[in-house]
């Protein structure tokens, strides 16, 4: 496998074939693909964190992630991503899944589970519900650079 940089339009195109859950996204700092050969496996949508209280020059989040179900594409795309993010300057990179998801590939790619959020979490109330937001409660799960940077 290797990456290759992704327009927000050919992204989000993966995104509306092989999603679950999510529809497209509005915007991003950056997107990438997993090639294997000529075939795109997957891609990665990264951009500022969903929570308004955390500081969009010091993390940034996945805000899409998706695969065609090619092997390891997942942890792949999250190591690669991660790299990015540390090159980039960020302190932390993060991303939320569901929480009936394992996190395999999170793991794999050496993130940790940072915490849950209980199923009442709303970002907005229940008059306003988005319908393309899973209503289980989800984890978050991180990448942490602000420890042992090199100086």
Not at 27 to 35: E, L, M, N, Q
Request: net charge positive.
């Amino acid at each position: 496998m290797k990456i290759v940089p992704l327009t927000l339009a050919e992204a989000n195109a993966l995104v509306m074939q092989w999603h679950r859950h999510h529809k497209k996204v509005q915007g991003h700092r950056f997107s990438i693909g997993a090639k294997v050969g000529d075939e795109l496996v997957g891609a990665a949508i990264v951009g500022r964190p969903v929570a308004r209280s955390l500081d969009w020059h010091k993390v940034a989040e996945v805000t899409r992630l998706v695969t065609n179900g090619h092997k390891n594409a997942c942890s792949f795309l999250y190591s690669a991503v991660a790299r990015i993010c540390r090159e980039m300057g960020y302190e932390r990179v993060q991303t939320y899944i569901l929480g009936s998801e394992p996190g395999t590939s999170l793991l794999a790619a050496g993130w940790h589970l940072s915490h849950r959020t209980s199923e009442s979490h709303r970002w907005t109330n229940r008059a306003n519900r988005r319908s393309d937001q899973p209503v289980e409660a989800k984890q978050c799960w991180v990448k942490d650079f602000s420890i042992n940077m090199p100086s």
